[in-house]
């Protein structure tokens, strides 16, 4: 058995599964998040439903050949029909519905462009709600442009980035060490920080404002320059695998540069990022780790985000074995 690189497990949280734009009336797409194999689709009245993937009958995968009939999807091997709420609403051979016949449905919000699941081992219904993030569909800023990677690495490895304020000098080259700051309330976490970067015009002094509900959401505002926004979720896929879903926008100042200007700070931040990926694929968990003045508040985010992780109280069925 390989050695796991970090005690974690899947976290608590909303995680994105994939943009509204690209899920349409009517079609399925299998999913893998969660060590799990789901799968998605939209009804006529425009829900996006995830549910386990399987069939309960003989274990067919409901996104390969499955179809959405009658808001219902159907299995592409004996035609048995589950409804967005993963029961089992119909099977046309069967005289009599078997019992144990229904499918693990996921919660669903579909929000700020993105569509939304659920996840807490605990089997507890969502701790807190998902913001709705004003600038999207604002016409004073730009459309969403939107990326993604695929990374070999876990949530808390990638969120404790933002308040990490060495890494951004002396990994991404911005032009000074950043002054951190983080604020605490409940699953919410507030990080600022102050830097330069960059740019063809020269150095330019910008704040950086992260706010991250959880691991699976989180706002990034960049003002200095242009005022731009960063909207991302960190999915997990496997325990040390993650999809990292990312979305920008830039406030529309006319004068025909907005454009240019976004489309630069998303090379920039797309760069940065791609830096961070041979760290983070190759890097261990040290707990305690040596630290030193100057670090950022590293200890107190570790703190934080010991929250999403359930303990065995918190399990609504009894703890696990």
Known sequence: MTERRFPFDIPTGWFCVGWSSDLAVGEVKALRYFAKDLVMFRTSDGEAHVLDAHCPHLGAHLGYGG??????????????????????????????????????????????????VWHDLAGREPLWEQPTIPEVGDPAWTAIRTKHWTVGTCNQEMAENQVDAALFQYLHGTTEMPKTTSERHGHHLITKSTTGMSTPSGPVDGMIEVNAWGFGFTTTRFTGLVETLLLSSATPVEHEKS???????????????????????????????????????NKIYIHPPVLCDGDGPIGPFRGWSKQFYPKPEDYVDGAPA
């Open 243 to 281: 999809e990292l879903f990312f979305a920008f926008t830039v406030r529309d100042i006319g004068k025909g540069i907005t454009g240019g200007v976004g489309k630069a700070f998303m090379a920039e931040i797309s760069r940065q990022l791609e830096q961070d990926i041979p760290i983070w694929e």
């Open 67 to 116: 179809k959405v009939v009658d808001d219902h999807i159907v299995c592409p091997f004996h035609a048995w029909e589950f409804d967005g709420k993963g029961t089992c609403a119909k099977i046309p051979y069967a005289k009599k519905m078997p019992k144990r016949g229904d499918i693990k449905a996921w919660t669903v919000n579909e929000c700020n462009g993105m569509i939304m």
